[in-house]
């Protein structure tokens, strides 16, 4: 029975241990671009200039094999008739690669990948919605020809608010799932692992931003990470998620200003 005891009490410690490694602080997060430390621990990943880009990636690669909750808060702008060019959470297996700006939004020609696009600009060639959209793409590829998933048209977003953006995926449905403000608004199923990512399922994920002949402020903080299975662990010890710790402790470290 002791040896029981002791058993559950090493697992219980070694699993707290694992939790307390994942805790994300800014160090575990490579900024590329025009990309900066807020004073409200967020990443600035440009400004309302023109011709901006920049990018944040997790430094740890994750496995598509296991289940991942990413929340996320974006601000994607204060102008909506003339913000531009939106947001993309990326996923690509070799780390600190961006595509091109602009209406790429960090994310066109980046091969292999998956992305998350929240686009504000309308540009036809694209056959972009009018609206301020969502899709789920591959490849770098953006124009809405060979979506996954979408486009969906949001609300306009580019309200100078926060969203909260979560990111899953479900390895045994194959399901990638986008929630917006508690909605969910995108889902697409599909076998990333062997055919986006030719059976590799170790990918690094980040968040990119991109302006062009049009601007807005675009930023990301983080709500929570979670890399395992969010249902067992509430089952388990009742706390699925683990908490981020306050960027500001430790801004300075990389931050540009
Ligand atoms: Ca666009
Ligand atoms: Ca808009």
Known sequence: MWALKNFLLAVLLFSSYVLVAQRPTVEDFTMSGDTY??????????????????????????????????????????????????????????????????????????????????????????????????AIMVNGRVGHWNDLAGPVVLPNIEDCNRHGFYVNWNPASQTLSVQIDGNQVIAASFDLVNKIFGGNPYVFWGVTAATGRYNNIHEVCFDRLSFSDPESKSRQNGSNYVESTPLKNVQGSQGKK
């Open 37 to 134: 430390l807020t004073e409200e621990e967020c990443f600035r990943l440009t400004e309302e200039i023109d011709y901006s880009s920049g990018s944040i990636w997790y430094k740890t690669p994750i496995s598509l094999l296991e289940p991942f909750s990413i929340r996320l808060s974006i601000m994607v702008g204060c102008q909506d008739a003339v913000g531009a060019d939106g947001m993309v959470f990326a996923m690509t297996p070799r780390a600190n690669r961006v595509g091109f700006r602009g209406e790429g939004i960090g994310f066109s020609g980046l091969v292999p990948s998956v992305g998350i696009e929240i686009d504000t600009w309308l540009n036809e060639h694209l056959n972009d919605p009018v609206e301020d959209h969502i």
